[in-house]
């Protein structure tokens, strides 16, 4: 009695009847490749990189080459004339 293998029951097709866990449901979503999974995946993907991405770039302005160049210009005429 007590040595019996608990076995679950499956279907035709051999997959598993019932529940599963968290685990088991995530798997099938992940490996299914429906395309309403496919498009949720790449949604949280979007938003897991996408949202530090937006607030480490907002409110900051970029500067060009150009930008740089005159400021470190700026910068260098003014070491210069102060030290004369």
Known sequence: MG???K???TTAS???VGGGGF???ME???YSGKKKHVMAGIAIIAVVF???WFLMNRGTKHQ???DYLEKADKARSQR???SK
């Open 3 to 5: 040595n019996e293998a």
């Open 7 to 9: 076995t679950t029951p």
């Open 14 to 16: 051999g997959s598993k």
């Open 23 to 25: 685990r088991a449901r």
């Open 28 to 30: 099938h979503y992940i």
């Open 50 to 52: 996408g949202a530090p």
């Open 64 to 66: 060009s080459h150009q």
């Open 80 to 82: 210069l004339s102060s």
